[in-house]
């Protein structure tokens, strides 16, 4: 039958005919298979898989930034804890430098006194020596003269006199 409404010369004839025919037909037959629908929901499956994704990379790349910024932190916290314990040693370095210097000046003041106590009781010495030599000689200049001059009776006397100056003295 088909072949007699195609050789009529009528719309049936003409190819454009044909093909908007099975295209209607082939548009049905995806609607009778819910195919729209199908391919919606794949779609609309495929969006959420993407969002997911996207959802997913967005949270990846906070967590990422925070990481960073907690490195970049932490190294903010290492750089001013190193200058602290930089600064704190520099502070120690100095404090010893005083100290040894304050006690290098100590050490050398004490040192200086103790020589210039050496030196004072050298010249204390030096002069007791030179006053014990000063005694000994006037001692035996004055034991030469009394020996010139003193007579044996003069000598009795003057033993005399010092027995009883010690006498004196002791009582």
């Known amino acids: 039958m088909l072949v007699m409404l ?15 025919a099975a295209f209607v037909l082939f548009i049905g037959l995806l609607v009778y298979y819910k195919v729209p629908g199908l391919i919606t929901k794949a779609l609309d499956e495929r969006a959420d ?6 959802d997913e990379a967005r949270r990846l790349r906070e ?16 750089e001013d804890e190193a200058n ?20 290098l000046k100590e050490s050398l ?10 030196i004072a009781r050298a010249e204390a010495q030096a002069l007791n020596e030179v006053r014990a030599a000063a005694v000994d000689a006037a001692i035996a200049a004055a034991e030469r003269i ?26």
């Open 84 to 103: 602290a314990i930089i600064e704190q040693a520099k502070r120690e370095a100095e404090a010893l430098a005083a100290e040894t210097r304050q006690s």
């Open 63 to 78: 967590e990422a930034q925070q990481l960073l910024n907690d490195y970049q932190r932490k190294r903010r916290e290492a």
């Open 109 to 118: 003041a004490r040192r200086t006194k103790l020589a210039e106590e050496k």
């Open 49 to 54: 898989a993407i969002r997911r994704e996207l």
């Open 146 to 171: 009394i020996r010139q001059k003193v007579t044996p009776e003069v000598n009795a006397q003057l033993v005399d006199q010092g027995i009883v100056d010690v006498k004196r003295r002791l009582n």
């Open 6 to 20: 195609a050789n009529t010369g009528s719309i049936f004839s003409t190819a454009e005919f044909w093909v908007a």
